[in-house]
């Protein structure tokens, strides 16, 4: 197997992570990792060394945008389905930060994901969303301030008396 | 005057994340000790962190199904949502012809604006496709460019766009509200596309203009009798540069009037 496609291989766990998280959707995101590994492979001779990483991470966001351009475009929507989070059982804290995600627009989950589940730095994940780092440091924030307050709101009892 | 000392809830985020610099890492470590408030929003950020890893992050070490074989992927070529892409993008050829009439009827925008939507929806359309977003690839470009600029009526030159990091996937014939028009397809090494609408039109020439439409953008301008839109995803710092590139190409291409 050549460099590039060990490389490439190497990476696939880390894409599926960031897949499921992103779709929350466990044959959702493995289709867009397919698909991501198709175009990788496809692009070979378009890819000039860097990080690899990245590259993969960039493909699969802009797949995963289009989709959901798709779906939005589509006249009956279906919701996708947490399918995931209800097959792994009773894991309440699990449950909440997946509904949690649900309330982050794609970008901003995207970002949080990236920082937080990829361990990207801001330079990386700017480059990944072709935005400047202050527009993703306004999303994670956005993003973080969401998802407490919904955590927050489903666990009346943790809400601070003012 | 901004206080040195006060701490942004970016610059908190940043703690939270170790992308600060040293010095403020220390500033910000006061700033929490003396701010409950703050310091319990940075334990809240934190435990989101560790409920997203405990909740995805047994992924990293399980063996990926035999779907993902790479040298299998590399002899099909192409994915599980292709089929279903294309699926939808038939289904929506028809919405959207339909819509274009619909909006003809309804009102009589001038050519240029109609000119600029048929091209967002183009942009829509052909952009998800995996397995056939163009007609002819652009590896067959003399073809390619010589059976659209019969097509289309007047002779077309897509600008190269290399420097920019696009290569051209290839190109395709679709109706405009004025006849025949070109789209042609670019692609970035990270499958980020922008594709380039031409056809002839009746309005006067024009500069570089800016629209939008949902998630998309475009730039478009008139030079000789020929409107052409560049078209691209909103976000991305990357569609005026590409824009202007274009433009600048088939500027100075075009030859002088006589």
């Known amino acids: 197997m050549s460099e590039f496609r060990e490389r490439i291989e190497a990476a696939i766990p880390a894409l599926r992570r960031y897949a499921r998280a992103l779709t929350r959707d466990a044959e959702t995101a493995d289709d867009i990792v397919q698909d991501t590994l198709v175009r990788a492979l496809r692009s070979e001779h378009l890819f000039h060394g860097g990080d690899m990483r990245a590259w993969l991470y960039t493909i699969l966001t802009n797949l995963n945008r289009n989709r959901l351009r798709t779906l939005a475009r589509r006249p009956v929507v279906t919701p996708i389905k947490d399918t995931d989070a209800t097959a792994s059982g009773p894991d309440s804290g699990g449950r909440d930060i997946v509904r949690a995600l649900e309330m982050l627009t794609e970008e901003q989950r995207s970002a949080l994901l990236l920082v937080v589940l990829e361990s990207l730095t801001y330079r990386e994940v700017s480059e990944v969303q072709g935005v400047p780092i202050g527009t993703v440091m306004s999303r994670l924030a956005r993003a973080r301030n969401e998802i407490k307050s919904y955590l927050d709101g489903e666990r009346p009892a943790l809400r601070r008396v003012k | ?258």
Request: hydrophobic content about 40%; charged content about 25%; some cysteine.
């Open chain 2, 1 to 258: 005057m901004a206080d040195r000392d006060h701490v942004s809830e970016e610059e908190l985020n940043a703690y939270v994340d170790n992308e600060l610099p040293a010095d403020r890492r220390s500033i910000v470590e006061a700033w929490l000790a003396t701010h409950p408030d703050d310091a319990a929003r940075v334990a809240a950020w934190r435990q989101q962190a560790e409920l997203l890893c405990q909740r995805y992050g047994h992924l990293e070490y399980e063996t990926p199904p035999a779907r993902f074989d790479l040298d299998r992927l590399a002899r099909r070529r192409y994915g599980g949502l292709a089929a279903i892409a294309a699926t939808i993008a038939a289904f929506l050829l028809g919405a959207a012809a339909g819509w274009t009439v619909h909006g003809l009827e309804i009102q009589k925008p001038s050519d240029l604006a109609r000119f600029t939507t048929d091209a967002l929806v183009a942009y829509r359309l052909y952009t998800v496709e995996v397995r056939h977003p163009v007609e002819v690839p652009g590896e067959e470009r003399p073809h390619l460019v010589q059976w659209l600029s019969k097509r289309v009526g007047s002779p077309l030159n897509p600008p190269e766009l290399d420097k920019q990091g696009l290569k051209l996937v290839g190109g395709r014939l679709l109706p405009g509200p004025t006849g025949p028009s070109a789209f042609f397809m670019y692609e970035t090494s990270s499958g980020e596309r922008f594709t380039l609408y031409c056809g002839q039109v009746n309005d006067g020439e024009t500069a570089l203009r800016y629209t939008t439409g949902g998630q998309n953008a475009a730039y478009y301008w008139v030079d000789r009798n020929l409107a052409y839109v560049l078209s691209g995803p909103m976000e991305t710092v990357k569609l005026k540069e590409i824009a202007q590139a274009a433009y600048d190409q088939i500027d100075r291409r075009t030859p002088p009037r006589g």
